[in-house]
Every structure is written in structure tokens, then in C-alpha cells.
């Protein structure tokens, strides 16, 4: 039978605060296990819960780039289950009432636009961490306990493994540029948890649907589904049911393993948290963090091909971090020609810059690479010294100039030195030379690189264009 697939996102996204949700303790990642943690973390008697500001803020930032309604009134409540990294044996979440319903999300695949609705925001506190294996022990670090996050979760719009790694990626994106979260998924910044289930092409009740938990990267949760699908079409192919249960997925296997029977909400016995007030977002609040709002991705894009005529491609690439966009719009202020420093960018800076977070190590600053590629317009330096003087330049505060100056670098632009080179490098190609008459033009490139290979790079490479046509054209 040809099935139809059918799968809805759970994202939780840990929002950039320097505190936890609901207590002074930090949220810096690698500390020692059990280092950042309170009477509040540890569950203690007597511990009261004082809701993070920034948190919420950031939160309703989150809310705005997805297009949701957001609520002046909602409520937080007691999620409850026994494990043992949830001390306080319940999870404060918001259920009934959250913050913020009805955005959605657009991500393109194969070239196609697909919109995704987002059902409902949340804010809720993490959990703490089970490590097992450790001599032979498993042992409990609560150091994530009460990390707050944003929970994104879509309607079951999505219809294929790909898509549902696009729409992580483009959450990703626009959570990082709002400056939401710092998209760290190797540190557990942003989680997902995939509903799938599987019913017949044209029918329109839901299938039976798994939970698959905690994916960490945009290509497992694309397997992660993959292998989920195969699974539950051999099981129906076979005559079986499926059954509503949370699986984990193994990336060294590539399987997905049952770890419970799926519950349901009432399950969890949530009621409103008795510690906690009603949360109240004001409008005044809403409008601050509307105005706070940086231009998100799909704009910079646009704006990037619209406006200074970059390609889509190069866009792309320039977008894929709030620190790319702000190095290339310093770098064009200062020189504005926008395809010669984006295309500089994407080739050479980008090579060498480290990324961790929302912040960037680039390998010079905008205002070097400004001033290298006045000194190619100028014709002071050709492209290929550029790349020489750029690798000098890499670490250091030095100018361009400087470089220039100390190696002593300069164009040949006299005709005198370079005519007679370039009717030598004719003559002894003159199958290529016939090429180019024929109509084969492309092949003047392979002339020019042979000018460039013997001058080292030093030549004025207009020049040496306008000399090699005439040669060419005349011999």
C-alpha cells in the first residue's frame, strides 16, 4: 500500500539568557557536573520559583518572528512524572494556557515552498541530565535543571524527512538571528522531538503516531525519520498496528528503539503551578520586543538579491550567520561594490573564520578587507596578490598598504613588459590561438593564467586581456 507521511515537530529551543528560568543559577555550558544548581534546582522544601524576565522577553521575541498570536494572559503548570533527573518530581510547563498559538513558518525544498503552521509557544524548564556508564554507575548532573526553553510546536503539516529537516534549520535560522538562541546543537541549545505516523494516500484521519526523542542535529532527525517510516509501512504492510509509544534513535545504528508507551496529557496530571502568578505579557512589552526585532534571514535574502544584486546562491551563504551579514555590511559601507566583497567573503574570509554561538572569529576585520580590495580597484595590486597580501594580513593589525609597502608588491602595467611575453606565449600555443579565432573565446583565459603564472601574478590583468586579443586576432 502507498502511504502518506505525516509528522509534527516538537522543537525546544533554550533561550539566551545568562540565568535559569526560575532561579539566579547560570546557564554557561561545561561547568562541572552539579555546579550550577540552588535550592530551587535541587527541589528543596521551602524553594520558590521567581519567573526570569529576560526569558520571557526573549520569548515573545521567538513568538513574534513566527508570526503567532500572542496572549496577555496565560498560566504556568506542573508537568508531573518521577525520573531522576527531575528533582522536584514535576516539570514547570505551560499547558492549557500557553503564551502563544497560531504562527507558522515557510521552508523551501527542491525549490518548492512549503508553509508550515505552528500550533503553539511555550515556555517551560529543562530537565536535568542522565549519565550512565560511569564506573559502572548511572549518575544524575542537574546543571541543565530549570534551563529555560521556548517549545515550537508545529501542526502536523509536514510530509517528508526533508522537509522536516528544513523546517529545524530554517527555525534555527530564525531563532539565532532574533537573537533567541544560540543554535549550538552539539551543547543541547535545540532539541526536536518528531511525531510520525503513516496512513493510506487519500484518506484523511491520522495514523497511529511514535515520538521520537531528543535529535540534536538536522541530518539525524532526517534519518531518525527515515528509519521511523520503514519501520511502521513494514509493520502495517504485515498486517500489524502500530503503537503509540516514545522511541529514541541510535545514529551509529541507525534504528529507533521503544523507551515507553506514549502518554497522554492527563497522564501528567497537570494542574496551574501554586508558586507561580498568571503570566501577564503586556502589550507595551509586545511592541518593545516588535521594535527590538532584528531583520530576520529571509529578508537579509532578499534584500541581498533585490537590492545589491548578489546572486541567490551567494545570499545564501552570506545569511547563514547574524555575524556573516553584519562583517559583509561593515565591509560594503566602507567599499561599495557588493559582488567584489561578497565574493571575497564567501571565498576566502568565510575559509578562515570560526564560528561558536551566536558570535564569530572572523581572520581580518571589515575595514582590512575594505582597503585590499580598494587597492585591486586602483589597480595597485592584481586579484591573485590579493589572495597573498589577504594571508598576510590574517591576524595582525596591519593595513593592506602596509603589506603592499613591506613586500614591495606591485602591478606590471608598462605594455613594453609585457607585449613581448605575451606574443611568445601565442606563438607556442598556436592550436589554442586558432581555437580563439575560430570562435572558441573561453580559451583566452587559459593565455591570461599563463601571463599571470609567469609574472607571478603581477600583471595588470586588463592589459594583459587587451594585449592578448590583439595579438591573437592579428597573428
Not at 71 to 90: G, M, N, T, V
Not at 266 to 295: G, N, Q, S, V
Request: net charge negative; hydrophobic share 40%; with cysteine.
Amino acid at each position: 500500500m502507498d502511504y502518506e507521511t505525516v509528522i509534527g515537530l516538537e522543537v525546544h529551543a533554550q533561550l539566551f539568557t545568562a540565568s535559569k528560568l526560575f532561579c539566579g543559577c547560570s546557564t554557561a555550558f561545561g561547568k562541572a557536573p552539579n555546579e550550577s544548581v540552588c535550592t530551587t534546582c535541587l527541589g528543596l522544601p521551602g524553594a520558590l520559583p521567581v519567573t526570569n524576565g529576560r526569558a520571557v522577553r526573549l520569548a515573545v521575541r521567538a513568538a513574534l518572528a513566527l508570526g503567532c498570536t500572542i496572549h496577555e494572559h496565560s498560566i504556568f503548570a506542573r508537568k508531573q512524572y518521577f525520573y531522576p533527573d527531575l528533582p522536584k518530581a514535576y516539570q514547570i510547563s505551560q499547558f492549557e494556557e500557553p503564551f502563544a498559538t497560531d504562527g507558522h513558518l515557510e521552508v523551501e525544498v527542491d525549490g518548492v515552498t512549503t508553509r508550515i503552521g505552528i500550533q503553539r509557544v511555550h515556555m517551560e524548564e529543562d530537565a536535568g541530565k542522565s549519565v550512565h556508564g560511569v564506573g559502572g554507575d548511572s549518575l544524575v548532573d542537574l546543571n541543565r535543571a530549570g534551563t529555560p526553553l521556548c517549545e515550537i510546536v508545529s501542526f502536523p503539516d509536514i510530509r517528508s524527512s526533508k522537509e522536516a529537516a528544513a523546517y529545524m534549520k530554517t527555525l534555527r535560522d530564525i531563532l539565532v538571528f532574533a537573537g533567541v538562541n544560540d543554535g549550538n546543537l552539539e551543547e543541547g541549545s535545540l532539541r526536536c522531538d518528531a511525531n510520525v505516523s503513516l496512513r493510506p494516500v487519500g484518506a484523511t484521519t491520522l495514523g497511529t503516531r511514535t515520538e521520537l526523542k531528543n535529535i540534536n542535529s538536522f541530518r539525524f532527525v532526517q534519518k531518525a525519520i527515515d528509519t521511523e517510516v520503514l519501520r511502521q509501512a513494514a509493520i502495517l504492510d504485515g498486517g500489524g498496528r502500530i503503537v503509540q509509544e516514545t522511541r529514541s534513535f541510535d545514529p551509529e545504528t541507525g534504528k529507533t528503539a521503544s523507551l515507553r508507551s506514549k502518554e497522554e496529557a492527563h497522564d501528567y496530571r497537570y494542574f496551574p503551578d501554586p508558586d507561580l502568578p498568571t503570566l501577564t505579557i503586556t502589550p507595551a512589552l509586545i511592541d518593545e520586543e516588535r521594535r527590538a526585532m532584528p531583520a530576520l534571514p529571509a529578508d537579509v535574502r532578499r534584500r541581498f538579491v533585490s537590492e545589491l544584486g548578489l546572486s541567490p546562491g551567494t545570499a545564501q551563504t552570506l545569511v547563514q550567520h547574524p555575524a556573516y551579514v553584519r562583517f559583509f555590511e561593515e565591509a560594503f559601507a566602507k567599499f561599495p561594490d557588493a559582488s567584489k566583497v561578497a565574493n571575497f567573503v564567501q571565498t576566502e574570509v568565510l575559509r578562515d573564520t570560526k564560528v561558536h554561538g551566536l558570535d564569530a572569529a572572523f581572520p581580518i576585520t571589515p575595514a582590512q578587507l575594505a582597503e585590499l580590495l580598494a587597492l585591486v580597484d586602483k589597480g595597485d595590486i592584481s586579484g591573485k596578490q590579493a589572495k597573498e597580501v589577504y594571508a598576510a594580513l590574517v591576524g595582525t593589525t596591519k593595513t593592506a598598504a602596509d603589506i603592499v609597502g613591506e613586500r614591495g608588491m606591485r602591478v606590471v602595467s608598462d605594455e613594453a613588459s609585457l607585449r613581448p611575453l605575451c606574443e611568445r606565449l601565442v606563438a607556442a600555443n598556436p592550436k589554442q590561438a586558432a581555437e580563439y579565432r575560430a570562435g572558441k573565446k573561453g580559451i583566452l583565459g587559459y593565455f591570461v593564467g599563463q601571463v599571470m603564472k609567469e609574472t607571478k601574478g603581477s600583471a595588470n590583468p586588463k592589459l594583459v586581456n587587451e594585449l592578448l586579443v590583439e595579438i591573437i586576432e592579428r597573428s
